[in-house]
């Protein structure tokens, strides 16, 4: 079983419809909860990090965290074309020094 | 104008040699990370540094060796050992361990190097 696993994609999603994401962990004492948005050829960048359960909201985007069922998603709003990309989850541990990636999902937003 | 940099953005190497790719950061921040990105494929830690003059292996650093001379640098070395080195290659940093905000890791723009 993989640490940190999520549904490679590609994932279509019409213009203005919700796209949601999601990702399963194994760790239970994981505490920090990372969503990285990664377009074709660049580098990760951060989207929202979540440490509580619950959802956390920033604009189009909700983080939803539950570590009951050790799960984290990713819901964006008002998809637009330019969310097309790779979205990578990530999870750390309380005091780990390393973070532990998801293979992340291909996200395709149909004009 | 904070933030991580690297170079060279591209890296054409022939095999057998050497080569070296730079990271830098002005965010003060404490660790460093050196990634591999194969194609389709999700990344996976090569070595990383918590402090100067200290380093420590991830999954993959066979073929690879880094230094941590300063804080704001961390070169990794790409050497003949790796036999398919041909990836894109990523540095981060993260300002400390504690939970919050201050465990993020933010990256560099990448280097992608091919082996000729």
């Known amino acids: 079983q993989k640490e940190v696993e999520q549904n490679s994609g590609p994932l279509s999603v019409p213009e203005g419809a919700i796209a949601s994401l999601n990702c399963t962990y194994s760790?239970?004492?994981?505490?920090?909860f990372f969503w990285y948005r990664q377009y074709s050829g660049k580098s990760p960048e951060l989207i929202m990090s979540i440490y509580s359960n619950g959802d956390k909201e920033d604009g189009r985007f909700t983080a939803q965290l539950n570590k009951a069922s050790q799960y984290v998603s990713l819901l964006i709003r008002d998809s637009q074309p330019s969310d097309s990309a790779t979205y990578l989850c990530a999870v750390n541990n309380f005091g780990n020094e390393k973070l532990t990636f998801g293979t992340g999902t291909r996200l395709t937003i149909i004009p | 104008d904070g933030g991580i940099t690297q170079s060279p953005k591209y890296l054409f190497r022939k095999e057998g040699q050497n080569v070296t790719l730079s990271c830098e950061q002005n965010?003060?921040?404490?660790?460093m990370y050196w990634y591999r990105q194969d194609p389709g494929q999700g990344l996976r830690l090569i070595y990383y540094s918590q402090i100067v003059n200290d380093f420590q292996k991830g999954d993959i650093a066979e073929g690879y060796s880094v230094s941590r001379e300063k804080k704001e640098s961390f070169p990794l070395t790409v050497t003949s050992a790796q036999k398919n080195p041909t990836a894109f290659y990523l540095c981060?940093?993260?300002?400390?361990?504690?939970?919050?905000?201050?465990?993020?890791?933010?990256f560099g723009p990448g280097t992608r190097l091919t082996v000729l």
């Open positions: 965010l003060n921040h404490d660790a």
């Open positions: 760790d239970r004492g994981s505490q920090s």
């Open positions: 981060a940093s993260r300002a400390s361990r504690d939970v919050g905000v201050t465990d993020t890791q933010y």
